[in-house]
């Protein structure tokens, strides 16, 4: 119980780890998202209050000039609310990637380096937001002073709708001299009118408060003549400023005029050049699409004829894959027929001769076009075709009971002796103490080889796969002996001899497989 609960646990960690990595993906690209999308917000909005702090504070160039720097203001404002909009949704996903991602690794005790991930994160994001939201108070800021700098041209063209209108150079200057004066006269009465007052107001403070001490009283002085001049200022100042304005209005009044009649002249100018310069380009540009369309049209035609003669090349050449494919298929189908060939002779059924005309016929059924194939099926030996040969485990088991009979019968020769010498002939061969298998010397000494010694190489050589070397020693035994193998050893031959035929056979199909295959 408590190891299956350890394995509960192991995979909740496990499960855990898995969702902490697939959300902390998640979370750095919502991250990533909102964070270049705040920083594209905020240089909209930096630029869209560069463009209004130009267009507000200049006043320099043509109205068409003034017009084209508002409305780039407007574009930049618009595409500013869009910035705006498209950083609000991407930092509100990051919130909420961020907030899904806090619960998971509140509730996942091992989470320390994923922690550390999400206050990376999140700072990032807030303080792309910080950054926008600074843009945004310089750029409220930007727009209450546009809203002040025009209400205060809406007052000063008010008060500007007032002045007289001018004629020529001469009546400007008359107007300009005669306003001049009558200010000036008006300065001189304010001035007049001030003094008066304040004499009345020092003569109102002695009588007041002449009893009091005197520091009182020049404080008291100062303070009001303070306040009267401050007041005079005040209204000196806006003398100025209707000066300024009236001749400010009277040299843009002059200065539009000529602006205007030079852009009427430039714009007269321009659009004829414009209207030549079109007419010249769209001739121009008329003969080269003619000339282009024939050049196309060509080169169409050449690629429509590689085209052509590449799908008959490649039609010739896929008729003849077909026809290799067809070859390497039937040469596959030879090499499987022959393996199966080989299985047959190798493994047999059920410790009986195994009849390969079957698989033989397999071999020409899939090849029998094939005049090598023709000759090595049919120097297959009939014996074997027919009743079928033993395999080599099975010709190995035998021999191991026929060397026995070998060893009981070695005295005998062949003129079948009296049973005495049978029984001497099994008496030694329970007496005689000899190898089971006895590796072939390299030099043999035919002389000196009997039953014994010819049995015990035969034998090893069996064990090892070596049937040809058995059947060479086995052929040495004369007498009885040689009576008892003689049948082991027909049988060996014709395994010998089928075995070859084979190998032969399976040789020629995997030639003819990779002669398909190098095609």
Known sequence: MQRETTLVDELEVSANEVILGEMLSSCSVACADAILANNIAESAIARHSALLRVAVDSNQGSSLERSLRWESVKQAEEEMKVKKEEAKGASERAREELAKMKLMIERSPDAGSVGGSWEGMMEDVEGAVVKVTKREEEESMLEEYRALVEDARVKLDGKLTGLPPVGGDID???????????????????????????????????????????????????????????????????????????SHA?????????????????????????????????????????????????????????????VAGIE????????????????????LACDGLLFSLKYGEGGLPTPLHKDLESVKKVYNEHPVIEILTSAVPHEAVERGVYTEEMLRSAFSRIGKICRRVSMIDENKDSLLVYFLSYLKSLLTISSAQLQPPTEIDESKLDVFSIISYANYCVQHGDLEQAARFVNQLTGEPRKVVDGWLSEVRLFLETRQTIEALSLVSNSIVIGTQLE
């Open 172 to 246: 400007i200057l008359l107007h300009n001299q005669h306003r001049v004066e009558q200010l000036q006269q008006e300065l001189v009465e304010l001035r007049e009118e001030h003094e008066v007052a304040l004499k009345e107001v020092e003569e109102k403070v002695r009588e007041e408060w002449g009893g009091r001490r005197r520091e009182e009283w020049e404080e008291e002085e100062r303070r009001r003549r303070e306040e009267v001049r401050g007041e005079w200022e005040e209204k000196e100042m806006m003398s100025q400023l209707k000066r300024q304005a009236s």
């Open 250 to 310: 009277e040299h843009l009044a002059q200065a539009m005029s000529y602006l205007e009649r030079q852009a009427s002249e430039r714009y007269e100018k321009m659009l004829t050049e414009i209207t030549t310069e079109l007419q010249r380009e769209v001739r121009e540009a008329r003969e080269e699409h003619e000339a282009r369309t024939t050049t196309i049209a060509e080169d169409f035609q050449s690629k429509l004829n590689l085209a052509q003669a590449k």
């Open 316 to 335: 010739s050449v896929v008729d003849g894959r077909a026809t290799i494919e067809g070859e390497s298929r039937k040469a596959q189908e030879l090499s």
